[in-house]
């Protein structure tokens, strides 16, 4: 509709979007014994309730289309590296990736090596999963970190210049 006096009205753009995969791969151990035993205090400064810390490395791989099983089994093998992942299961999560917005040099590579490995994959790239544990309560419970105590621990396991914190996996 052109009104008079005023330039044509742009017609609305179609956006159209191509559904994509994405696949998670559980990896290794993120936080070394050395490094969790360095962290602890300091989380515990943030809450007493925090009596430990582990993380492990989950790679996302995203693609067009589902993989096959033989291409998850090529990813699985070439994303199985490092100490396996011995800490807890469950926990306070706190999810460290790279800046959002941004495709890290770990991703561009693991791309690559990917594409040479005869995977039709979109990206890989590698996220960090911290568990804290927390005390429990003298009826077995626990009481979940308030949410400045969450935003607190997440600062102190991320660098706010590289890295993005993600309220789940």
Not at 52 to 77: E, I, N, Y
Request: charged share 20%; hydrophobic share 40%; glycine share 8%.
């Amino acid at each position: 509709l052109q009104r008079p006096g005023h330039a044509p009205t742009a017609r609305a753009r179609r956006v159209t979007s191509t559904p994509k995969h994405l696949t998670h791969f559980e990896g290794g151990n993120a936080l070394s014994g050395f490094r969790a035993q360095a962290l602890l205090p300091r989380l515990q400064a943030v809450s007493p309730r925090i009596t430990g810390v582990a993380a492990r490395f989950v790679h996302w791989v995203c693609s067009d289309v589902a993989l096959s099983h033989g291409d998850t089994d090529k990813l699985d093998a070439l994303l199985r590296y490092g100490d396996p992942y011995e800490g807890a299961a469950d926990g306070t999560l706190i999810v460290v990736a790279p800046r959002l917005g941004t495709v890290s040099p770990w991703a561009s590579k693991a791309s690559d090596i990917a594409h040479n490995c005869g995977l039709a994959v979109r990206r890989v790239e590698r996220v960090t999963e911290y568990r804290l544990t927390l005390k429990t309560g003298l009826l077995g419970g626990n009481k979940a970190l308030t949410a400045d105590e969450l935003t607190a621990a997440a600062a102190l396991l991320h660098d706010r210049m590289t890295e993005s914190v993600l309220p789940a996996r």
